[in-house]
C-alpha cells in the first residue's frame, strides 16, 4: 500500500455519493446461494417433469417403437457426446477448425459468435476443460425456429483456470443441436439461457471478445485493446490483496480473478439497475451447482465483477472490499451477510486507516452511530439486505468493530469461519456467536446501542 496512491483517498476527497456505499460490492455468495436455490431446483422439478411427460409415448408419439426411440435417443447421445468432446479438445490444442467443424452451416451469425468465444477460451487458458449433457429441456419457440428433430439440452461446462480455480468448478449452457443429413450439428447457443440459473452464458469469455492479463496472484478480464486499464486494474489488485494478507488473519494464499468489460450483465452481477448502487461485486463459483448434488450446492470460490461505468476509478479500497470476500468465499457461505460485509468493511477501512490516519475512520464510526444506527431495530437480516435504503454496510461493519474490540481479530476470523460452514439457520448462528463471543445476534444489537468506540 502506498499514501501516494491518488485513488484511495479518504471518503471525504471522493465524488459523491461518499462514505463506503460507493466502493462497496451488492452481491456475495449467500445472497446468490440463498436467491438462486429455490429458483434452480424448482425450475428443475418442473424441467424434469415435463421431461417425463414428454418422452413418455404419448397420442402424437405413441406410433414409435418404444425400443426405436430408446436406440435414437442413445445414438443422439453418443453423437452430441462426441462432438462436445471434439469440442473441448479443439481449445486444448488450439484447433479453431476442429472447434467449428460441428456447427449448424446455414447459421452464420453463430459461426461467428463461437470463433470469438474459440478465441476467449485459448485467451483464458484452462488446466481442465470438459462439457457434458446434463438433461434434454424443452422450450416451444427454439422447436419452432428450427425443425422437428431440435435437441435442446443442458450442459455443464467444467473447467479449471490455473492459479485461480483451486479446484474444477462448473458452469451451465444451453445448445441446441438439430439433425441435418443426418448429422448432429450445433445450431444455436441461447435458447435456454432464461431457464438457466443466475449467471449462466455470461461468463467472462460468453461477451464480446476479450484480452486476459495475468500477474501473481491477479488474472484480470478486459475488453480486448483494453490492456492498459487492464494493467492498471491488476496494480490496485495487488495492492488489495496485500491489505486483505494485512488486516484478515485467515492464511489466504489463493489468487484473484477480476473481470472488467463494457458489459452490465456479467456472471450474476447486474449494474443496469440505476437503482441499484454498485461498483463492483464478488460473485460464487461452484464445484458443484445448486441443485446438481446438493440443493445448496458446494461452493468453490469467487470471481470479481467491475461496474463497468467504475472501470475507471477501481482502487485497492474497493478491492479490498470484494477480495475480503474471495479470500472467505470458499468456507462455505453460511455466514450472515451482516458478518460477511461487516468483515469486508473492516478490512477496507483498515486500508484507509493505514492512508489518512484515523481521523477519518473515527468520523465515519460516529456517523454510522449517530445517523445509521437510529434506522435500524436490529441488526441487518440477510432477506432484503442489499435492498435496504438504510446503511446496512456501515451498521454492519460497527457490528465487526465491535467484536474485534471485545473478543480481538483472531477470534473474529475463527467465528468467521464458524459460521460460514455452520451457520446455515438462525439457531446454528446464534449458538455459534453465543459460544464465542457470550453474545446472540438479539444481545449483540442491544450491546451495540452502548458502543463506544476507543479513541
Ligand atoms: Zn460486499
Given at each position: 500500500m502506498s499514501a501516494t496512491i491518488p485513488s484511495a483517498e479518504p471518503p471525504g476527497a471522493q465524488v459523491p455519493p461518499p462514505g463506503p456505499r460507493r466502493w462497496v460490492g451488492l452481491l456475495v455468495a449467500v445472497a446468490l446461494v440463498s436467491g438462486g436455490v429455490a429458483y434452480t431446483v424448482e425450475e428443475r422439478n418442473q424441467d424434469a417433469q415435463a421431461r417425463v411427460v414428454a418422452t413418455q409415448p404419448g397420442p402424437n408419439q405413441g406410433t414409435k417403437p418404444p425400443s426405436k426411440t430408446a436406440a435414437a435417443t442413445a445414438a443422439r447421445r453418443v453423437a452430441v457426446d462426441t462432438i462436445l468432446l471434439r469440442r473441448a479438445r479443439a481449445v486444448q490444442t488450439v484447433n479453431e477448425a476442429l472447434f467449428l467443424q460441428d456447427l449448424d452451416p446455414t447459421n452464420t451469425r453463430l459461426r461467428a459468435a463461437q470463433k470469438v468465444l474459440f478465441a476467449n477460451l485459448v485467451e483464458i487458458g484452462f488446466s481442465e476443460l470438459g462439457y457434458s449433457q446434463a438433461e434434454e429441456r424443452f422450450d416451444e419457440s427454439a422447436v419452432h425456429a428450427h425443425s422437428g428433430t431440435t435437441y435442446l439440452v443442458r450442459v455443464l461446462m467444467r473447467y479449471q483456470i490455473p492459479n485461480v480455480d483451486v479446484t474444477p468448478v462448473t458452469t451451465e449452457l444451453g445448445y441446441t443441436f438439430v439433425a441435418r443429413g443426418g448429422h448432429w450439428v450445433l445450431t444455436d447457443d441461447d435458447d435456454l439461457d432464461k431457464d438457466l440459473g443466475p449467471g449462466a452464458h455470461k461468463e467472462a469469455w460468453d461477451l464480446g471478445r476479450i484480452e486476459v492479463l495475468r500477474s501473481p496472484r491477479v488474472l484480470v478480464a478486459v475488453e480486448k485493446g483494453d490492456a492498459k486499464r487492464g494493467q492498471s486494474i491488476a496494480a490496485e489488485a495487488r495492492e488489495a490483496i496485500g491489505e486483505v494478507t494485512s488486516y484478515w488473519p485467515r492464511a489466504w494464499r489463493g489468487s484473484v480473478f477480476v473481470i472488467a468489460l463494457d458489459e452490465t450483465d456479467v456472471r450474476d452481477a447486474r449494474f443496469a439497475d440505476e437503482d441499484i448502487e454498485s461498483a463492483a461485486s464478488a460473485g460464487t463459483t461452484f464445484s458443484s451447482l445448486p441443485g446438481q448434488d446438493t440443493a445448496d450446492g458446494t461452493v468453490a470460490g469467487s470471481y470479481i465483477v467491475i461496474n463497468p461505468n467504475e472501470r475507471d476509478r477501481v482502487d485497492e479500497i474497493l478491492l479490498s472490499h470484494e477480495i475480503t470476500h474471495v479470500a472467505t468465499a470458499d468456507l462455505g457461505g453460511y455466514e450472515p451477510l451482516w458478518l460477511a460485509e461487516g468483515a469486508a468493511e473492516y478490512v477496507s477501512w483498515r486500508g484507509i486507516e493505514a492512508i489518512s490516519g484515523p481521523g477519518e475512520v473515527g468520523k465515519w464510526e460516529q456517523e454510522v452511530i449517530d445517523d445509521?444506527?437510529?434506522?435500524?431495530?436490529?441488526?441487518?437480516?440477510?432477506?432484503?439486505f442489499y435492498q435496504n435504503s438504510a446503511d446496512v454496510y456501515g451498521v454492519s461493519w460497527l457490528a465487526v468493530r465491535f467484536l474485534v474490540q471485545r473478543i480481538g481479530l483472531p477470534m473474529v476470523e475463527e467465528l468467521y469461519e464458524d459460521m460460514a460452514k455452520h451457520g446455515t439457520d438462525q439457531a446454528s448462528r446464534d449458538r455459534i456467536l453465543l459460544s464465542r463471543s457470550g453474545l446472540t445476534e438479539a444481545t449483540l444489537w442491544v450491546a451495540l446501542q452502548d458502543y463506544e468506540p476507543p479513541r
Open positions: 445509521a444506527m437510529p434506522a435500524l431495530t436490529s441488526l441487518p437480516s440477510d432477506a432484503g
